[in-house]
């Protein structure tokens, strides 16, 4: 019998419908998948099968009253396995942000993107990974150690999704959900070698993420496909009331049928080639627009002059914005806290004590941009800056339908090679962070392997909730390639 873990989402799927195997058959494949490779990988912080058994029965329940009955089709998540990035909030299950000073949280309610997945009837396995409070790009920040790279145990699997995309690259679930304030779904997409969605900002409900940066933090999802992520994003995204950045706009139907993209105009920034780039990142990319080509796209190249900027801008925006979001962990409400003599001491101890490295660094940045007398010549102008970079793409969406580019200067780095030099670290940021700046919206897919065997991934960037010309253009791309097919060998 085939191993059903191997199988995509979408041919779940369809095996769902027609009776040929249960969800429950499908949960327990990926549970003794994860019970054979999790020792390796280390894709989860907790695993939930009581909860993921129970949600298979329902499904399949349902399911059966559904092929005697028919009625109103059943959304194709229906009965499928995925993951939870460890800050989003599950009613009752233990979410830590990949810290300590969260350990033994268990939510009183669940994310809103979480909740539509479930109501979707998704099956949930556990949750996956993360670098603390998603301030990383490797996964090496998680409080509870690394997560490993399915390609090759060396490496990181990119962050701070690493744990999500490690997870479905290494077929332990079907999907996982994922968070991107910076590149943290899509450069995972590409060190693992699947397909990563990062949402326009206020597309999918922000209710029940732990925010990090909140003018910046977006849901996003991670499969094999674009086309196994698509009833992930339908079933997430639209408005909620409880997300006051949350957009009233619909979400689009889109059809992935056929690969004629003739008219599509696809925009090359030349500012995403730079020195210092791994020749094969560059090489794999330039032939994959030309696949694009061969599909009817025309491609040209395009300027967005300030991305240079976009790094440092970034870093005094996001960290400012998380300075100001992590004060509420106070060693009173959340959480375990280190006992002193007094209120002050224990603060100071709790927080000094239970907060990693990056995320302490990352606070007295954001603090010092925040203080008196530096908040106009930092946040001030970075905010000025920020409205620059999001013209750019504006200005640029006026001439073309998407911008091609890499995720990344290179494929997945080995472990501890940039943990000694923190800005080194936030240059494999740099092709991603544009596109949060802006509030654009990104998918990012496989395009080929290096020399060593590893992922390289491309990302596509659309309009402001331009989502269905992303999945159109990438599962165009992903019916004439193979990349999105091939899985390591653990």
């Not at 396995?81 to 949280?105: Q, R, W, Y």
């Not at 070698?193 to 940066?213: D, E, F, P, Q, W």
């Not at 802006?438 to 080929?448: E, K, L, R, T």
């Not at 010309?469 to 091939?486: C, D, G, N, P, R």
Request: net charge negative; glycine share 10%; hydrophobic share 40%.
């Amino acid at each position: 019998m085939t191993d059903l873990t191997t199988l995509s989402l979408l041919e779940a799927a369809d095996l769902l419908r027609s009776g040929d195997v249960s969800s429950r058959e499908l949960t327990q494949a990926c549970l003794d998948r994860i019970q054979d490779t999790e020792s390796k990988i280390h894709a989860f912080l907790t695993l939930t099968p009581d909860l993921a058994l129970k949600q298979a029965e329902d499904a399949d329940q349902r399911l059966t009253e559904w092929r005697k009955e028919g009625g109103k089709p059943l959304p194709h998540t229906w009965g499928i396995p995925v993951a939870i990035k460890d800050v989003l909030c599950l009613e009752g299950v233990p979410t830590t942000c990949g810290s300590k000073i969260l350990e033994g949280f268990r939510p009183p309610y669940t994310a809103t993107s979480v909740g539509r997945l479930i109501d979707a009837g998704a099956v949930v396995l556990g949750k996956t990974n993360t670098d603390e409070f998603a301030m990383g790009s490797s996964t090496e920040n998680s409080a509870f150690g690394p997560t490993y790279n399915p390609w090759d145990l060396s490496r990181v699997p990119g962050g701070s999704s690493g744990g999500s995309a490690a997870s479905v690259a290494s077929n332990m679930c079907y999907a996982a959900l994922g968070t991107d304030t910076g590149g943290s779904v899509r450069q995972p997409a590409s060190f693992c070698g699947v397909t990563g969605l990062k949402s326009s900002y206020g597309r999918v409900s922000r209710y029940g993420l732990i925010a990090y940066g909140s003018s910046l933090d977006t849901v996003g999802a991670l499969a094999h496909s674009a086309a196994d992520l698509l009833p992930i994003f339908h079933a997430i995204a639209g408005h909620d009331p409880l997300d006051s950045t949350s957009m009233p706009d619909p979400v689009p139907a889109v059809d992935l049928d056929g690969t004629d993209l003739a008219g599509l105009r696809i925009g090359v920034p030349k500012e995403y080639f730079i020195e210092g780039m791994q020749h094969e990142v560059e090489i794999a990319v330039q032939e994959a627009v030309r696949v694009l080509e061969t599909l009817g796209a025309v491609a040209c190249e395009i300027s967005l002059p300030h991305t240079d900027l976009a790094l440092p801008v970034y870093y005094i925006i996001a960290p400012a914005e998380a300075s100001a979001n992590l004060a509420r962990y106070d060693a009173v409400r959340y959480g375990p806290r280190l006992e002193a003599e007094d209120l002050r001491e224990q603060y100071f101890a709790t927080r000094g004590g239970l907060f990693g490295q990056e995320v302490k660094r990352r606070i007295m940045l954001g603090t010092y941009a925040l203080s008196a007398g530096y908040y106009d010549a930092y946040y001030g102008q970075a905010q000025k800056v920020r409205t620059l970079i999001k013209g750019d793409f504006e200005a640029a969406f006026k001439d073309v339908d998407l911008i091609a580019c890499p995720v990344a200067p290179t494929t997945a780095f080995r472990l501890g090679e940039h943990s000694e030099d923190p800005l080194s670290m936030y240059l494999e940021d740099v092709f991603t962070l544009p596109a949060n700046l802006a509030g654009v919206p990104g998918i990012a897919f496989p395009v080929g392997f290096d020399s060593d065997h590893l992922p390289i991934g491309m990302q596509l960037n659309a309009p402001h909730l331009g989502e269905a010309v992303l999945f159109q253009a990438a599962s165009a791309y992903q019916e004439v390639t193979s990349w999105h097919k091939e899985r390591p060998s653990l």
